[in-house]
């Protein structure tokens, strides 16, 4: 498995602003997921992003309103732009390991906008 | 596409009761099956998983079948506990590294003492 942090753990921000969430692992990974979760449902993909190219996004989802940097094999960082209510989910990280296909999920962010 | 289903909940239940919860499947080729548990106010954790079929699949007092001539992945549990309360997610994915996971709905689990 692997330890995964993510930051902010939750905030409340303001309609049209814009939030980038960080997410760290403590090991060298190739492939980090963003999900989405909106309130009493399940999770989403966003995209996919692999260190050293462009992320790959999900049907609905655009790199203008969330961009994804992925610098190094430790490190990724989801920008949720110009924000509305209907933005307010949980936002977790996830990396894949093992060779079964399973991923390993950071412990979310709470995003409330108000 | 591909497509998991899993039982609405909520489901409760008594401490020491048997849990079930079904999921069943829609894939080309042969997934891998997940279950995944979310605590209340946590992220998610893997709680099994199995890789080809008739593989079993257990952790916690919980386990589930691989079953690829019915396409299910079953949750269940002889005996639960308050402290199983939480929602439950079946998923699947392709076995290839860096495929992502297609989630079920999710299934609220509430343990009363």
């Known amino acids: 498995s692997a330890v995964i942090s993510q930051k902010p753990s939750r905030d409340i921000c303001q309609r049209g602003t814009s939030l980038t969430i960080q997410c760290q692992v403590d090991?060298?990974?190739?492939?980090m997921f963003w999900y989405r979760q909106q309130p009493g449902q399940s999770l989403t993909l966003i995209a996919t992003a692999n260190q050293g190219s462009e992320a790959t996004y999900e049907s609905g989802f655009v790199i203008d309103k969330f961009p994804i940097s992925r610098p190094n094999l430790t490190f990724s960082t989801l920008t949720v732009s110009n924000m509305s209510p209907e933005d307010s989910s949980i936002y977790l990280c996830?990396?894949?390991?093992?060779?079964?296909?399973?991923?390993?999920f950071g412990p979310g962010t709470r995003l409330t906008v108000t | 596409g591909d497509s998991v289903t899993q039982m609405e909940g909520p489901v409760t239940l008594s401490e020491e009761a048997f849990l079930t919860i079904n999921c069943t499947y829609t894939?080309?080729?042969?997934?891998?099956l997940f279950w995944y548990v979310q605590y209340p106010g946590e992220g998610l954790q893997l709680l099994l998983k199995a890789t080809k079929a008739d593989d079993k699949g257990s952790n916690k007092g919980f386990e589930a079948t691989y079953r690829k001539e019915t396409t299910s992945f079953h949750l269940e549990k002889g005996s639960v506990q308050v402290s199983d309360s939480a929602v439950y997610f079946c998923?699947?994915?392709?076995?290839?590294?860096?495929?992502?996971?297609?989630f079920g709905k999710g299934t609220t689990l509430s343990v009363s003492s």
């Open positions: 894939a080309t080729g042969y997934p891998s």
């Open positions: 090991s060298q990974v190739t492939m």
């Open positions: 996830s990396v894949g390991l093992g060779q079964g296909g399973e991923q390993y």
């Open positions: 998923a699947l994915t392709a076995r290839q590294a860096g495929t992502a996971l297609i």
